[in-house]
């Protein structure tokens, strides 16, 4: 489904990428069509020049003309792009040579500096793929993923309002070592191993984000969890309520080592596993 607000109303950002899109791929369309006729079923006619002038810019110098021209007792006016040799020769009033389409004397170019090859090369392979793709990213529908679609009960393709997710673990809240030494600690982390510190609470926990997930080192743990090779270190699950799911896990006789706590970023519970290791439960305040 299309990204939607929080109302539940179409995203503004899909709505303009998909004009973006469009646009986007009417021009390239409308400039391939150009391109094409000129290639296969341009016309040379010679045309008078009515000014020139010359533009500079990073890459060099364009010489630009404005010309007119009659075909059929109709005249028809067109701006080109000549090369530097074929410019020094022009004057307004003097003679130029056209390249129109017949069907579409609207259609022309100056005929000694034709683009035409390497434009539907471009517009073929560049220009029209990418506003496809522009268009196909903001149309694309998005769905839920399948575990949520079965424990809601609802159907994939309909349309929903905003949905509050099942309670449990939606992903890992971080990764913590115990240290003894903090500032030894963070010359290792920081200065040998390059991390960079993304939060530090009163240099007793210090946080190290690392792509999604993150790596704390801490000296809250030092009486409770030693710093050992057989220690190791601590995984914390992020879950939508901390109370509600060691509510669940009580029930089915999971030892609670720590019953849940509040700190100022975060609500957590210390649970046991059958074999003994601790985790934690993370509830992030929003």
Known sequence: MPNRSPHGGISFSRVFGAFVGIVFLVFNLWSFRQ????????????????????VRHRGGMAYNVDYGFDVANKHYDGTGQTTASAYLKLRPGGPIEIRYVSSDPSISETADMSHN???????????????????????????????YVQALDVDPVEETALIELPNGISGIAYTMYPVSDMKRARRFYEEELGLRVAQNFEDRWVE??????????TTLMSEALKPSV??????????????????????????????????PACRMAVLMDPEGNAFILHQRFH
């Open 35 to 54: 391109n094409y006729l000129l290639k296969h079923s341009g016309v040379v006619i010679q045309g008078v020049v009515i000014r020139t002038n010359v």
């Open 117 to 147: 090859d390497v434009s539907l090369l471009l517009i073929g392979l560049l220009g029209i793929p990418v506003s496809l793709f522009i268009l196909g990213v903001n149309f694309r529908r998005e769905h839920l993923p399948t575990q």
């Open 208 to 217: 190290y984000h690392l792509w999604d997930n993150c790596f704390a080192i």
């Open 230 to 263: 057989e220690a190791g270190g601590r995984i914390a699950f992020e879950v939508h309520d901390v109370d509600a799911f060691v509510s669940q896990l009580r029930k089915k006789g999971v030892p609670i080592k720590t019953e849940p706590f509040s700190t």
